[in-house]
């Protein structure tokens, strides 16, 4: 594919210094404190701030990124303030940076420069947030040590007002049990339960905030409208002015996607190794960014974020009635729970639909609601429906060549049309719903017939699955009992899962399909309700009882409340005596500023390496050939570390450093590559080449694990020790791979064992010829060893 020669200098600003970067030299900031983990974009540590001038709306946007996630390129023209740039205890901290220091909000400190840029953010957009919006803030971030509590105790001292304990007042608060006991006062003044004093805070002063730069806001006023190029070492980015740019580009590199988040494609490329030599970033052109209001809809820009939608979709609820918000009230419900916060703020809503993926949750939602997406190319414009036939990729309902998503038009609902929306995630926030579903039903005026019904599911197939069959049996029935009972037999036979299904939980899933259904029944026949009272001619509905009400309420996100009790120090302890006083973390202010060294803010010593481990992709192989010859010739790689290649001994007997000709597990290292840069030696991991024999047992059923029980059955009873010691193995494999827990072989294996201790073996269970039942009724005070 032909690339554009030249390259363009690539602008922006590094806490508050202007950035002039060309992508074949090494980026002139070295800042360490941003701290890499996950690479996904699900643990926050990685968060910075990046401000951009809106467009459309002509202001300035301050929102939290992670910034493993976005690519250098996307950042032209754009301010970037990360940990160092807040403040430093060389100069002057933040007060984001000392409460969460002085709350013992951190302990390892490696997640705590995520959380200040978290706080940081939201603390630009709302100096003076409610507690609802801190808990957003930091939804998308991850702590593994020091716990949630003393992090937001930090962040609530920002809040307008607290509400604390939800039991103050009631009398059942702990702190104020007994408190008409004299007895109980004596012991009070005794304990304590302040970590830290909030007027010893500095206060929050939002003037001494850097300034988004002159230079970047006249860059933004006069936008350049020629294509802008950027060429490094294997890929081109290209970001065309115009629209018009950009749909020629499109039809030049049709095979080059367009990136604007890089929340679906990034992750992508890291952990599945897709490859792009072109992309193309429609981030410049305020076409895809407009939102527009008719009395029939709401039109929103692909380029819109997810955290813009969240806003529009809000504002328009609040504009319309609520008959007219129905779907948009669905969207904003799961919104709030989509991803994290800073996922939010990069994803776009035509991303979001393009890349289809089977968990989506607004795709169910977007289907039932009859939205239509607006195509454009360089032949014109087209409308089509977002269908389960899109969603599938169907060859006949998707994109042509050339085409790109331009905005996305979702009508407003009707009267007596109701849009519900449902989700069953590991947790609330920043997880993947394991099913999600959006359900609409729209009724014959003044009546419970269903005159039109739609239900589209997520995470129950490989994309968004619309039970169109089951929907169109039940068209003119009436909203009832009967028809509970017959749609959930009707999604059961329709919304089917193998056993197989990846993921797993199958009975589970299937479960959620029903009784999400459930859920949706009973929340029409509330709204039915409503409209019996509003308008008293209209047909009555069923009632509900009340050991279903319950089912209606959604659990509510609200702060973790705790109290942290400790016994006050004696008032003639000398103040340099710590000892029970809620000392601060000592390297506290190092973590919150992020000049805390950690292993990689270590820099580089002249010519130090970079290693990357190759590790096997099968459970039980032979090693056939391990074929070097493609990674050797990658630039910047000096050498490929095997088992041959190590003076000495390469580990004990049975636990190998490095496998040699057969492998146990998947993930045992083979062999490790050696080159200039991490990169570079990652780069080079995934080209080599191993060639594997797989050895027997093959267990991946739980059938296939008793054919292989039985057979070890009769191996073990061999009076052969060869026989009995691959008897062993196969027992310590069938126990692994089976998730049976640990296997303790016995203590003499050349003595022939009863079929009981075979069994106790696959079942993990350590036992021994001599601690047989035959033997135990001889010798009472041997026992079974526990697990």
Request: charged share 20%; aromatic share 6%; proline share 6%.
């Amino acid at each position: 594919m032909p690339c554009p020669s030249r390259s363009d200098e690539l602008v922006f600003f590094v806490n508050g210094r202007k950035v002039i970067f060309s992508l074949t030299a090494p980026l002139p900031v070295r800042l360490t404190g941003t701290k890499y983990a996950c690479g996904r974009g699900g643990c926050g540590a990685c968060t910075v701030m990046v401000s951009k001038r809106d467009p459309v709306s002509q202001k300035i946007r301050h929102f939290s990124v992670t910034a493993c996630l976005v690519p250098i390129c996307s950042l032209y023209g754009a301010a970037v303030t990360t940990v160092e740039g807040v403040g430093s205890i060389k100069t002057r901290l933040h007060p984001v940076q000392e409460r969460l220091a002085k709350s013992h909000g951190t302990q390892c400190g490696f997640c705590t420069p995520g959380m200040v840029m978290s706080m940081y953010a939201l603390l630009r957009n709302h100096p003076q947030p409610s507690e609802e919006q801190l808990l957003a803030a930091l939804g998308g971030n991850l702590c593994r040590c020091t716990g949630y509590r003393p992090i937001l105790e930090s962040g609530k001292t920002f809040c307008s007002e607290s509400n604390g304990c939800q039991q103050k007042g009631t009398g059942k608060c702990c702190l104020n049990q007994g408190e008409n006991d004299s007895a109980s006062l004596d012991r009070k003044s005794d304990i304590c339960t302040e970590l830290f004093a909030n007027e010893e805070f500095q206060p929050l002063d939002p003037t001494q905030e850097l300034i988004f730069p002159p230079e970047l806001l006249r860059m933004a006023e006069n936008p350049e409208k020629r294509t802008l190029t950027f060429r490094g070492e294997r890929v081109t980015w290209i970001s065309p002015g115009t629209l018009k740019d950009l749909l020629e580009l499109k039809v030049k590199y049709r095979d080059a996607p367009l990136i604007m988040g890089n929340t679906s494609l990034g992750p992508a490329m890291k952990s599945q190794g897709r490859f792009h030599p072109i992309l193309l970033s429609p981030a410049r052109i305020s076409e895809l960014s407009v939102v527009s209001k008719t009395s029939d809809g709401l039109t929103i820009g692909a380029g819109c974020s997810l955290a813009q939608v969240n806003d529009i979709l809000a504002e328009s609820i609040s504009e319309l009635p609520e008959e007219k918000t129905q779907t948009y009230r669905a969207l904003l419900k799961h919104l709030k729970s989509l991803a994290g916060q800073q996922i939010r703020n990069m994803a776009s809503l035509g991303g979001h639909i393009i890349s289809r993926h089977c968990y989506s949750d607004l795709n169910p939602i977007l289907t039932v609601g009859n939205t239509t997406l607006n195509l454009i190319s360089e032949k014109g414009t087209r409308q089509i429906p977002l269908s389960e036939h899109f969603l599938a990729g169907l060859a006949s309902a998707d994109l042509k060549p050339g085409e790109i998503l331009e905005s996305v038009y979702i009508p407003h609902s009707r009267k007596w049309e109701f849009v519900s929306a449902f989700r069953q995630a590991e947790c609330q926030q920043n997880a993947l719903a394991d099913v999600n579903t959006g359900m609409r039903v729209l009724f014959r005026d003044g009546t419970d017939t269903v005159e039109d019904l739609s239900i589209a599911y997520g995470g129950v197939g490989a994309a968004t699955v619309s039970a169109q069959k089951s929907c169109q049996q039940l068209l003119g029935r009436r909203w009832d009992e009967l028809l509970l009972d017959e749609a959930c037999r009707l999604l059961l036979d329709e919304v089917s899962l193998p056993g197989w299904a990846p993921g797993g939980r199958v009975e589970f899933r299937r479960t959620l399909v029903v009784s999400f259904f459930f859920k949706f029944y009973l929340e029409v026949l509330q709204e039915l309700k409503k409209g019996v009272e509003q308008f008293p001619g209209t047909c009555r509905s069923p009632e509900i009882s009340d050991g279903f009400l319950n089912a209606l309420e959604d659990f509510p996100v609200t702060i973790p409340q705790g109290v942290q009790r400790y016994q006050s120090v004696d008032s003639h302890q000398p103040l340099q005596d710590p000892v029970g006083r809620p000392i601060m973390h000592l390297s506290g202010l190092k973590h919150a500023t992020g000049e805390a060294i950690f292993c990689d803010d270590i820099p580089m010593v002249d010519k130090e390496l970079c290693m990357a481990l190759v590790t096997s992709t099968r459970a039980h192989a032979k090693i056939i050939s391990i074929d070097l010859s493609e990674a050797l010739e990658l630039p910047g790689v000096v050498d490929v570390v095997r088992a041959e290649d190590i003076p000495g001994t390469n580990g004990a007997e049975g636990d190998k450093l490095l496998a040699v000709d057969e492998v146990l597990c998947v993930g045992q290292i083979i062999c490790a590559v050696v080159a200039e840069t991490d990169v570079q030696a990652k780069r080079a991991s995934e080209k080599i080449k191993i060639t594997y024999e797989e050895l027997e047992p093959v267990i991946v059923t739980i059938e296939v694990s008793r054919h292989w029980v039985s057979m070890m059955t009769c191996k073990i009873l061999s009076p052969f020790a060869g026989v009995l010691s691959m008897a062993q193995m196969q027992v310590q494999s069938v126990a692994s791979l089976s998730g049976l827990g640990n296997v303790a072989l016995p203590c003499r294996p050349q003595t022939q064992l009863g079929s009981h201790a075979a069994k106790a073996l696959v079942l993990g269970i350590s036992i021994c010829h001599r601690c047989s039942p035959k033997k135990q009724k001889k010798k009472k005070k041997k026992k079974k060893v526990p697990l």
